[in-house]
């Protein structure tokens, strides 16, 4: 239970997170951190099981850096969303799945992207996203206000008011709003509100 969000902007990429770790209708921890930096062109936030959702992390981390050392050059956002739902699927073919849903974005040669990927394996390719028990009160504030011509800095206080409102609602969702922001120059930002 949790709210999270994943914005495409004209500058980057923006994603945006509540805190509360939820264990049914326990609230098992107060500062839970739901995005993960991979590096300084990637970031992905996740809803779900965090025990899984850290340890797919933690793998892709390791998979992209070896695919990229033994390549020579580094994976497009595209490609490491796939590595990590391909990672996601492995788990689900082996009868082990990973309770997860990520938003992987980040930017690369063109620009910002985001993408859903989930235990299944697919991956969808968004301008905004949002997953989590209060996505669905996320995404009427995201629809009724994104743009494609956002700066990341619009698109962080649209991601702010997002995760707001869902944690004015959804019981799984609160406890502050943590905001990532990458930078088409490969600048990372990060804020706690």
């Known amino acids: 239970m949790t ?28 500062i ?16 779900g099981q965090l025990s899984d959702a850290e340890y797919l992390i933690k793998v892709a981390k390791a ?15 595209k490609e ?25 974005a980040g930017v690369d040669a063109t620009g910002g992207q985001v993408y859903v990927a989930d235990m299944s394996g697919a991956i969808t390719s968004e301008n905004f996203a949002s997953s989590g028990s209060g996505s669905p009160i996320a995404y009427g504030v995201l629809e009724s206000v994104y743009r494609e011509d956002m700066t990341n800095e619009q698109a962080k206080e649209l991601a702010t008011k997002a995760v ?16 990532l922001a990458i930078s088409n120059t490969n600048l990372v930002e990060v804020a706690h509100r």
């Open 80 to 104: 490491s969303a796939k590595l990590v739902a391909n990672l996601a699927y492995s788990g689900l073919r082996s009868y082990q799945p990973y309770f997860v849903e990520l938003i992987v």
């Open 164 to 179: 707001a409102a869902a944690m004015e609602r959804d019981p799984g969702s609160g406890n502050g709003i943590d905001v």
């Open 63 to 77: 998979e992209r850096r070896l695919m990229e050392l033994r390549r020579g050059f580094p994976l497009s956002v």
């Open 32 to 47: 839970t951190q739901k995005i993960s930096k991979i590096d300084d062109t990637l970031a992905v936030a996740i809803a």
């Open 3 to 30: 709210t999270i969000v994943g914005i495409k902007t004209k500058q980057g990429v923006v994603l945006g997170a509540d805190k509360r770790a939820s264990k049914g209708f326990f609230i098992g921890s107060k």
